[in-house]
């Protein structure tokens, strides 16, 4: 585990967006670090589909929408 600067006003974003999130600090900062990694390394996914895979592969089953 190490330290990581960044900038003053992305903290404050990320502060702001873990508050909203339910997450501390470090857990939005991190989520939005994997995301981007992700992201990176499969360029043709979009944020949903990311998420939805990270979710299946903790064994997480989604509801499925019905139709209105």
Request: with cysteine; aromatic share 4%.
């Amino acid at each position: 585990m190490g330290i990581v600067k960044i900038a003053d006003g992305l903290h404050v974003e990320v502060r702001k967006a873990s508050t909203v999130m339910c997450r501390s600090i470090n857990a939005q900062a991190e989520f939005w670090i994997k995301v981007g990694m992700l992201a990176e390394a499969n360029p043709t996914l979009s944020y949903n589909e990311i998420v939805a895979q990270q979710l299946k592969g903790a064994d997480i089953e989604l509801p499925a929408i019905e139709a209105a």
